[in-house]
């Protein structure tokens, strides 16, 4: 099985239970995020840990580690297991082509034991962002609010076209991304001043606007609110990056971006890329801590 050559070298450890009143934002992209999990062990490693965290499909399951504090955990499962079909294939036990059973309660679990204790302390908030499927929109679901969180990471990590939608509570859910890419709006409703937006894109990157409307209405014809969502999903996406570059330009947000071009696939295979995106995200953290520092401490 296929790993990455320096898996032996990556960060390890445990966060402080420092934490700094505020939100980290996580953007999804599914492998593009070994970006973000390069960014958030050098977090991790700086004593920056938000106290809360919010995340999207890949960014979801990310936020996850950082919630419990595990430096290296996320980068370790996919830098180790990218190729052992229990954890990426059609034929995992779930219904999409991400192992969540294999991650959560399966064989890496077992392996590497998430720490749970510090996952579920109440002064630690974990948000998912999930689409319902039947009205289209973004449900924010709470670790301490939802009867199981781990669930919900599923269906916002449940991509759509591959995946069947996953029920949580009742309701079935798909991709946060199909509705809210980049959740920063939320952070600032909930009254954060110092917000964190961890992107998987360059801040020049922009979807084409092109719509995919005649595959939406294939694939999702019982789902039309659903659909709808799906239609204008880049352009929103476009909308959402300008916000946040205007946001990030006023002082308002830190946003650390890939300093380079990403040039993986959603499904990258190549490990050496994989690793290198790691620690491209983590070099580029370490390279904007003094300023992310400064950001944290000034005052209104």
């Avoid at 062990?41 to 840990?49: G, K, T, V």
């Avoid at 922009?206 to 239609?231: C, E, G, I, T």
């Avoid at 205007?246 to 947000?253: A, H, M, P, V």
Wanted: contains cysteine.
């Amino acid at each position: 099985m296929k790993k990455f050559f320096g898996i032996d070298d990556l960060p390890t450890g445990h966060a402080s239970d420092a934490l700094t009143h505020g939100c980290i934002v996580l953007e999804g992209g599914a492998f593009r995020v070994l970006y973000s999990e390069g960014v958030l062990d050098a977090l991790m490693q700086a004593d920056i840990n938000m106290d809360c965290t919010i995340g999207v499909s890949s960014g979801a399951m990310n936020g996850v580690s950082y919630t419990m504090g595990q430096i290296g955990r996320s980068a370790l499962l996919n830098l180790k297991y990218r190729h052992d079909p229990e954890y990426v294939g059609f034929h995992t036990q779930n219904t999409g082509i991400i192992g969540f059973d294999f991650v959560f309660k399966g064989r890496f679990a077992q392996e590497y034991p998430w720490d749970y204790d510090t996952f579920y302390k109440k002064e630690r908030r974990f948000v998912v962002v999930c689409t319902d499927v039947e009205t289209g929109q973004a449900t924010y679901f709470e670790k301490s609010r939802c009867d199981d969180i781990l669930k919900a990471v599923e269906a916002s990590a449940s991509m759509p076209y591959v995946s069947k939608p996953v029920e949580v509570q009742g309701g079935l859910y798909l991709d946060g991304g199909c509705s809210v890419k980049i959740p920063v709006q939320w952070a600032i409703d909930q009254g954060y001043e110092k917000i964190i937006v961890v992107r998987t894109r360059p801040r020049s990157y922009r979807k084409n606007s092109r719509s995919m409307a005649l595959v939406n209405r294939l694939f999702y014809k019982d789902y039309p609110l659903f659909q709808k969502q799906l239609d204008t999903s880049n352009r929103r996406y476009n909308e959402e990056c300008d916000r946040i570059d205007q946001l990030t330009d006023r002082g308002r947000i830190f946003t650390i971006y890939p300093s380079e071009p990403i040039t993986i696939s959603r499904l990258e295979t190549d490990m050496d890329k994989l690793g290198q995106l790691y620690y491209l995200g983590y070099e580029d953290a370490k390279g904007q801590l003094a300023k992310l520092k400064t950001y944290l401490e000034a005052t209104k």
